[in-house]
């Protein structure tokens, strides 16, 4: 009730509040220690609440589109589901919420991780958790906020999108969008006046009432798509603020990949998400692990590339530039088949590397290769790379199994061109630290492309700690 006191204690700690003239109110407790045993939250006002069985832990917000989603329960590992019986790990289903304004509340449950339960799990979520927990002990919650064939802009802030000057000409078609909803709702006035009338009579004559009148969608809902945006941080980010967050993992892209300038627009959009989720969720330095699409569709044999995925992937790892962030690169565990790639586990345990050292301190190599630089020496480009870990190697990898050395195979998917930008497949090989790279073809080389296409099948550059190279190129053609 308004004005109500409020008293509310968990474990040690215990705070007490007003009820605003509203109803709602909100305490902050002091920090206390990680709990693997149960505790009991208390609120003492009118009434007396009790919650029982919290653990403290860490909190990861999971969001994104399908392969964020995609469920424990379709990656064909019947065996990871019967050993699932790990209850100091728990997932909040975020339900699915379209929503005009930003909400209050939040519709879902949470769930205690189990062989009953883990089917319905995130996988890459439910990897990660299963990795940080198995190293550090912490107990793992899981904020799972995603929805399937969902855009970067149904994830921000309606402020966020309109006023980040990067994204002007997409703020302009919302602001037109907005203006014209206020017409049509204004024109839909009349009929809404007409029908409530009519529904008067109707009713004082004991007859059915009439069908009401069409309303204007919402301009950035499910229906109307001008453009389709911010109804998803509304009904699913939203309610969740101001959560204590310990960090987000995303999975998404697939409904953002287009053209080169696609990529550069997704760059600045995820920017400006991040910024968003920073701002909201009370963290300047808000860690914010994602991954890089995987391999799909069927294989392109020109060695230029550029098809497909391969700009968003580039744009994705322009996203490293933003800081506090980390990238599980996937590009050797896809299905040329399947736009979800059912081999989850790699996906949440490279995306655990990274929190692993950056959240928890411990001294482990969080990528593959990085290309960092470039040196010509007559017909030969020597590249040189960050994250070599122990060593490059040529690696194959298979299922879920780790990475292993095939130094018999030749070096694939390196492609070498001169000022005359015809692309040929490059002979490459590892010399020491280092790549080079030649061609018969190209006498006087100047740039070169690694795995850079939709699906780079075959690419099989890794470090020793069986990371895959990030795919690159080194032109900017």
Known sequence: MPGEK?????????????????????????????????????????????????????????????????????????????????????????????????????????????????????????????????????????LRSCVGGTNIELWMSQETLMNTPALAPYSKIMSDSLALYQKELLAAVP????????????????????????????????????????????????????????????????SNAGSYSDGLQYIEKKKAMVADWRNYFRDPNLPFYFVQLANWQQPNDNPAGGDGWAYIREAQLNCLKIPHTGMSVTTDIGDAADIHPHNKFDVGERLARWALASEYGQKIEVSGPIYKSLKIEGNHVILEFDHLGTGLMIGKKSGTRPTESDSGSPLKRFAIAGKDKKWFWAQAKIVGQTIVCECKDVPEPVAVRYAFSMNPVGANLYNKEGLPAVPFRTDNW
């Open 6 to 142: 409020v008293k509310v204690t968990l474990g040690k700690s215990e705070a007490e509040t007003v009820a605003g003239e509203d109803g709602r109110w909100q305490v902050t407790l002091t920090a206390q220690p990680v709990s693997k045993v149960p505790l009991t939250l208390e609120v003492h006002a009118k009434n007396h609440l009790v919650v029982k069985d919290i653990l403290l832990g860490d909190i990861w917000l999971c969001g994104g589109q399908s392969n964020m989603e995609w469920a424990l329960a379709g990656c064909d590992a019947p065996d990871d589901i019967r050993s699932a019986n790990l209850p100091l790990i728990r997932q909040f289903g975020v339900d699915y919420n379209f929503a005009n304004t930003p909400q209050k509340e939040v519709r879902g449950n949470w769930q205690i991780c189990s062989p009953g339960t883990a089917p319905g799990f995130t996988a890459v979520g439910f990897y990660f958790a299963r990795k940080i927990f198995r190293e550090t002990g912490v107990p793992i919650g899981l």
């Open 191 to 254: 009929e809404i006046e007409t029908w409530t009338k009519n529904c008067r009579e109707q009713m004082k004559k004991g007859q059915a009432l009439p069908l009401p009148p069409s309303m204007p969608e919402f301009p950035f809902g499910e229906k109307a798509f001008r453009p389709r945006c911010v109804t998803l941080h509304n009904g699913m980010i939203a309610p969740l603020i101001p959560f204590a967050l310990r960090g987000a993992l995303w999975y998404q892209g697939e």
